[in-house]
């Protein structure tokens, strides 16, 4: 397998950021990486670059622990952070050229290296512009052709499109479709169409917790039929009491009135919720029905409560 995460927790303090996490993704699998602010994302992708160390727990890429590795994974990597650090008085080529002197590149091998890269990832005509005169979008395509130089059989991605217009995020979306073929890719967004159009496998955290690991098709297919519905109550109402409903599938606390199920196609609904809810001294205040989508899935799972 190209990475396994095996019970990591990484502490800040007192702050647990990451907390018992497992997974692992196999090689030439594209994976979204989704969670909300503060969810543990940037932490969980540094510690499986090396950038910082586990609290607790392993962590293995192409069967080298990075605990016992750290200089040859990072070899096996190419890493585009979330926030893209740039030689801003750079020209772009000459940057790419100090990315691969760092990874023990020279000579000709080097040069040709630079040019592959500058071509792939659409650089053509800024090659001889100083970085720092590049527009966001373009950029970003220089951090990922700095990831790239050494050709990384794993390539992680946090927030690549992060800040940039409909029409860079479509040129980003191309390019990292084309320059992934046969790398092992993981890449954190908050865009979930990023996710649609690229992905096979969706791992989403929360709140330092993978809530969720699966192929994106069963993900969306395990509510083909099936609506998220959100209820408010006036009263304090645990999960477990609406279980009984026999077109309920799925029951999440949010907070100690409201309340979230999964249900199978009902014609009248919500009203067998609302006559529910009545017969046992409720009062039901809202009832939500959500989209069947990957937005909707992710904003189920991430709702402050209980992970």
Avoid at 214 to 228: E, T
């Amino acid at each position: 397998m190209s990475i396994r995460v095996q019970q990591v927790s990484k502490l800040f303090g007192q702050q647990k950021a990451v907390q018992q996490l497992s997974f692992q993704i196999n090689p030439g699998e594209i994976v979204g990486f989704l969670g909300p602010n503060g969810a543990g994302k940037s932490t969980t992708l540094k510690m499986i670059t090396g950038y910082l160390p586990p609290t607790e727990g392993e962590i293995w890429v192409n069967g080298l622990s990075i605990r016992q590795h750290p200089q040859r994974i990072r070899q096996l990597i190419g890493y585009l952070p979330e926030h893209n650090p740039l030689y801003l008085d750079l020209y772009v080529h000459e940057y790419l050229m100090l990315a691969g002197g760092f990874y023990g590149m020279r000579g000709r091998v080097l040069a040709d290296r630079v040019k592959e890269m500058i071509a792939a990832c659409g650089l053509t005509r800024e090659q001889n512009k100083k970085i720092e005169a590049l527009s966001k979008g373009y950029r970003q395509r220089v951090g990922l052709a700095q990831a790239l130089m050494h050709d990384p059989p794993v390539l992680i991605l946090d927030e690549p499109t992060s800040g940039l217009d409909p029409n860079q995020i479509m040129d980003i979306r191309t390019l990292i479709r084309t320059v992934s073929q046969d790398k092992t890719v993981i890449f954190s967004t908050h865009i979930m169409q990023e996710v649609e159009a690229l992905c096979q496998r969706v791992l989403i955290i929360h709140q330092g917790n993978l809530v969720a690991d699966q192929p994106l098709a069963d993900l969306l297919h395990d509510r083909k039929g099936h609506r998220w519905i959100t209820l408010d109550f006036r009263e304090t109402v645990q999960a477990a009491f609406l279980e009984v409903l026999p077109f309920v599938r799925e029951v999440k606390q949010l907070s100690d009135h409201r309340i979230a199920v999964r249900a199978e196609y009902h014609p009248e609904l919500p009203a067998p919720l609302f006559e529910f809810a009545a017969s046992h001294g409720l009062t039901l205040l809202r009832v939500e029905q959500e989209e069947n989508s990957l937005e909707s899935v992710f904003r189920i799972l991430t709702q402050n409560g209980r992970p």
